[in-house]
């Protein structure tokens, strides 16, 4: 699976290896907490556990992002599996998401605990992208500002 060490581990790294040991995943939440970036929360162990990409999500409250990843999780238990460009109206009942190809490389000091995890950046990632009430995503021609700005990654 991941990196192990004999110098002590840090404690997120062994509760993400029970995580994953238990239920195949983990989760982590980040926020800013002067508030100038939206949150983001990622899944680590999808790769171990199924082979997919990870999965990152923005814009969310914490309690939000665990049942949106959660439910990723529950459709790659059946089977499912998630590429860049895909839509898909099976992971939440309101609506569709949209998964889009994120680079490792140039946000792996925000994914670290992933990074930690796999020991390094072998690892995909993919970014759930959830639409306004309109049914635009980020990056549409009609989304607005709001929107892209919530669900921008930090590179």
Known sequence: MGKHSDMGENPIQSKIREDIAAQGWSWIWVFDPDGGSPPFAYTIGFKATFGHPETVVTGL??????????????????????????????????????????????????????????GGRNFEALQLCWPDKDGNFPGDEDAPAWLNDRQRLRP
């Open 61 to 118: 409250p914490e309690g939000t992002s665990e049942g949106v990843l959660g439910s990723v999780h529950a459709e790659l238990e059946s089977g499912a599996t998630f590429s860049d460009g895909d839509v898909s109206d099976d992971v939440l009942e309101a609506f569709a998401v949209r998964f889009m190809a994120v680079s490792v490389d140039s946000l792996s000091d925000i994914l670290t605990q992933a990074v930690e995890f796999y």
